[in-house]
T-cell receptor
Framework: GNSVTQMEGPVTLSEEAFLTINCTYT??????LFWYVQYPGEGLQLLLK?????DKGSNKGFEATYRKETTSFHLEKGSVQVSDSAVYFCALKRSGGSNYKLTFGKGTLLTVNP | SAVISQKPSRDICQRGTSLTIQCQVDSQVTMMFWYRQQPGQSLTLIATANQGSEATYESGFVIDKFPISRPNLTFSTLTVSNMSPEDSSIYLCSAQGGLLQETQYFGPGTRLLVL
């Protein structure tokens, strides 16, 4: 079946540090890949997505590239801010037809200190 | 994207009572879903809310405990019945389809504490 494995947290960085959160997946076919972010006390927000191999999703300075050869979708940001402190979830969805279910990773808590 | 709202945003309930959570989307969507997020955990899909028919439940979730309604293409409710402290969680609705296309968007969640 489908699964998503995320880097274990928590991750603590200083402001302006480089961020990488690793995400690898197992799926049949060609899934769509997502990063969602959950700020303290809030619901999930879509951060970025990629729907096919070699696509790069980007938003708010975050980037992730869909790597089919390594089945990965690592999240990166060149310079984090205190306001980026949140839980980050990697997720996949099989494409097409009735394959609408999202499979989530366990989430990675990021804390950015000033 | 879409605006998805949930009511209530949080509640504290007594054991044995029931709570109904409402989810409203600002555009017509094909699919609506209900998830549970237990403290410090990831999201678990409870069920898919089907418009005009019974919801489709995931393994481990049953209609008697989590009855769901979806009377139209923009609204759904989830009831948590006969609550126990183990039901203390965040309950999130999400939506997909229509103007949202194939991406799922989430509501802000309902934080439930059962005493």
């Amino acid at each position: 079946g489908n699964s998503v494995t995320q880097m274990e947290g928590p991750v603590t960085l200083s402001e302006e540090a480089f961020l990488t959160i690793n995400c690898t997946y197992t799926a049949t076919g060609y899934p769509s890949l997502f990063w969602y972010v959950q700020y303290p006390g809030e619901g999930l927000q879509l951060l970025l997505k990629a729907t096919k191999a070699d696509d790069k999703g980007s938003n708010k300075g975050f980037e992730a590239t869909y790597r089919k050869e390594t089945t990965s979708f690592h999240l990166e940001k060149g310079s984090v801010q205190v306001s980026d402190s949140a839980v980050y979830f990697c997720a996949l969805k099989r494409s097409g037809g009735s394959n609408y279910k999202l499979t989530f990773g366990k989430g990675t808590l990021l804390t950015v200190n000033p | 994207s879409a605006v998805i709202s949930q009511k209530p945003s949080r509640d504290i309930c007594q054991r044995g009572t029931s709570l109904t959570i409402q989810c409203q989307v600002d555009s017509q969507v094909t699919m609506m879903f209900w998830y549970r997020q237990q403290p410090g955990q990831s999201l678990t899909l409870i069920a898919t809310a089907n418009q005009g028919s019974e919801a489709t439940y995931e393994s481990g979730f049953v209609i008697d405990k989590f009855p769901i309604s979806r009377p139209n293409l923009t609204f759904s409710t989830l009831t948590v019945s006969n609550m126990s402290p183990e039901d203390s969680s965040i309950y999130l609705c999400s939506a997909q389809g229509g103007l949202l296309q194939e991406t799922q968007y989430f509501g802000p969640g309902t934080r439930l504490l059962v005493l």
